[in-house]
């Protein structure tokens, strides 16, 4: 079970904008919060926790990868973007999409996704090391050599 960051976070409500689904079972002591993740048709539970406080609140962290890629291979790193959207969005995050280059540099692109928690990111990215949907994206981008490099970072959004 993931644990919850109480410091600098964010109100349950927001995380609805994201596309999670929080339920408190009561209005009083104790508050049970379920995050549920719908992904097409099915829908999962990536998160919950029982609390003793009523205000309690969860930190979202967004990741933002700027990735330098081959611009002769657009598509084939379009190929590595649409494997890797489900892949986020199975393992509880909320995947806000790749952007591809348009108008200006033509060698950089962006994917944007987020998830309840810094713990909860960890959690995905130690277990997408051992799922072999994942690896086989991995080994995708090194055999097509359409990533360059990346640059990740971690933002809080702020949706008030």
């Not at 962290?61 to 790193?77: G, L, P, Q, R």
């Not at 277990?127 to 970072?153: G, H, L, P």
Request: glycine letters at 4%; charged letters at 25%.
């Amino acid at each position: 079970m993931l644990s919850i960051d109480k410091s600098e976070v964010y109100k349950t409500n927001n995380l609805e904008q994201l596309g999670f689904r929080v339920f408190n079972a009561k209005r009083k002591e104790p508050l049970l919060i379920i995050l549920i993740h719908k992904v097409g048709e099915l829908e999962k539970v990536v998160y919950s926790q029982l609390f003793k406080a009523v205000n309690v609140e969860v930190k979202v962290v967004t990741c933002h990868i700027k990735y330098i890629i081959d611009a002769n291979k657009v598509s084939e790193f379009e190929h590595y973007a649409k494997l890797w959207i489900p892949l986020v969005n199975r393992f509880g995050g909320q995947h806000h999409g790749y952007f591809l280059p348009s108008e200006g540099a033509s060698n950089v692109a962006l994917a944007l996704f987020s998830f309840p928690s810094l713990a909860a990111y960890e959690v995905y990215r130690n277990d997408s090391f051992k799922d072999d949907e994942c690896m086989a994206a991995f080994a995708y981008a090194k055999k097509t050599q359409c990533v360059i490099s990346y640059e990740r970072n971690f933002f809080k959004p702020v949706f008030e």
